[in-house]
């Protein structure tokens, strides 16, 4: 028996227990099949912060499908499943490795554990950076010239990025492990890579010992659908830590809709249709993508990029302006865009006919006969000169300074352009002429 068809069943007893709606909508009755099996943990349900029953048995069939140790269902996104491993494994003052690109779930489980961060820049002397304003991989010399400096408990990379971007995650292990450093992977956008060749191997695969999954980001699971993968392979763990650190984060209240659909979401991927709606998805993306031969337009793709994330440019045209025609003439709603381009997201439920769209609104834009300017220079975030470390910049004392005098004063407030989610500067970073472009008038900085 699995969880879903348990929640179709319970909710014919009568329960005096939370929540007391009787799984019945009161209002909003749109979302009364939700309600239905809106259940907790009674009999035979299990729970999710100590289970026994249904949900371990639905976790132990992930983990045998995943290939990892443990995996473990999160209801509250990757955004927790990130803050309990680093919670796992980081006691306060251990020094972690981060890319700069990471979400910044990272930066908040460096504040929570107090742990000490140094950033490690992403390439960005490379075609795709230069052609697309993106940052690029991680460059593994990079990482292991900075192991060498340091011993660091961690490095926490995002792979693939936002924009599809994957690093070369079994060099990458294979240097952490020399260095004696766990290796956690943030592939919330990767979670289709265990189910199909389209795509590179997973993390966990390629050596990571620790890597969490977006559900919802593209695997067609409801928002907030998340896992959190262990490797068989960690080194000096102790795994049950990883329960503990899940319940310090998550709500003792777990939606039961979302639990059911985190073990079908598993069960569809691995099924054949699943399967089949990967390779189905792929192949209509490539189709998709041969219209545009000849026309202009050019897609970011390579090697080492996931075909299922289209950011598409026209030369000349800001991503931004792109993005505002496709949204005011077209209706369609890019995820992000940049001075280059637009970056359109697909996944389990991407029908050809949500392509077609815009591929036609696509191509109409090339009869608008607008304007192309030259091509700007792509304009990447500074190093960040880090002042005081996440946990001690929550706590500093703080005053308001005008923008003017505000370079090299240390900021009390994190920019973080939302999505892609990851700082262009953090509090307790130095502000740098650079920043200048996001600031207010008056600026918020910590006073030593
Ligand atoms: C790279 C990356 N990691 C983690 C997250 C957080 O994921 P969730 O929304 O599942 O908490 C996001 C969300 O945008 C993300 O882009």
């Known amino acids: 028996?699995?969880?879903?068809?348990?929640?179709?069943t319970n909710n014919k007893r009568t329960l005096f227990t939370t929540p007391t709606h009787s799984q019945k909508a009161p209002f909003l009755k749109e979302l009364n099949e939700f309600y239905k099996r809106d259940l907790s943990e009674i009999e035979g349900l299990d729970n999710l912060s100590d289970p026994k029953g249904v949900i371990k048995q639905a976790q132990f069939r992930a983990s045998e499908i995943y290939?990892?140790?443990?995996?473990?269902?999160?209801t509250q996104g990757a955004t927790t499943a990130i803050l309990?491993?680093?919670k796992a494994i980081i006691r306060p003052m251990d020094k972690i490795l981060v890319a700069r690109n990471c979400h910044r779930a990272v930066i908040n489980g460096a504040a929570v554990c107090n742990a000490d961060i140094d950033w490690i820049m992403p390439d960005i002397k490379n075609e795709i950076s230069n052609n697309f304003g993106i940052y690029g991989a991680i460059n593994p010399k990079d990482l292991e010239n900075q192991l060498k400096l340091n011993d660091y408990k961690a490095f926490i990379l995002t792979s693939p990025t936002y924009e599809g971007i994957n690093s070369d995650i079994e060099a990458i292990s294979k240097i952490c492990k020399q260095y004696n450093t766990y290796l956690i992977v943030d592939e919330a956008h990767g979670s289709l890579y265990n189910f199909s060749s389209s795509f590179p191997k997973t993390a966990i695969q390629q050596g990571a010992d620790f890597s969490v999954n977006s559900l919802h980001k593209n695997a067609g699971a409801l928002n907030q659908c998340a896992l959190l993968h262990v490797s068989k392979d960690v080194?000096?763990?102790?795994?049950d830590i990883i329960q503990k650190t899940v319940n310090l984060f998550h709500t003792t209240s777990p939606s039961y809709p979302l639990i059911a659909n985190i073990e079908e979401t598993i069960n569809f991927l691995s099924s054949k249709e699943g399967l089949k709606a990967i390779d189905e998805l792929v192949l209509n993306i490539l189709s998709f993508k041969k219209y545009f031969l000849n026309t202009g337009y050019e897609f970011l793709e390579g090697e080492n990029h996931d075909i299922t994330k289209l950011f598409i440019k026209?030369?000349?045209?800001?991503?931004?302006?792109?993005?505002?025609i496709l949204s005011e003439k077209f209706n369609i709603e890019d995820e992000l865009n940049n001075d280059f381009g637009s970056l359109f997201l697909t996944g389990i439920g991407t029908e050809k006919s949500k392509l077609d769209k815009l591929r036609i609104a696509l191509l109409k834009i090339l009869d608008m006969k607008l304007e192309l300017n030259d091509e700007p220079?792509?304009?990447?975030?500074?190093?960040?000169?880090?002042?005081?470390?996440p946990c001690a910049a929550l706590y500093a004392p703080y005053t308001y300074i005008n923008k003017e005098d505000s370079e090299l004063q240390i900021s009390a407030d994190s920019i973080i352009p939302y999505p892609p989610g990851f700082g262009v500067l953090y509090s307790g970073e130095c502000i740098q002429e650079w920043h200048m472009k996001y600031l207010e008038d008056n600026v918020r900085v910590i006073k030593l």
């Open 84 to 86: 309990a491993v680093m």
């Open 1 to 8: 028996m699995n969880l879903w068809k348990l929640l179709n």
């Open 314 to 324: 026209l030369k000349g045209l800001d991503g931004n302006k792109l993005s505002n």
């Open 67 to 74: 290939g990892t140790e443990k995996t473990l269902f999160v």
């Open 377 to 389: 220079n792509a304009d990447f975030q500074p190093a960040p000169l880090v002042k005081i470390q």
């Open 235 to 239: 080194k000096n763990f102790d795994f």
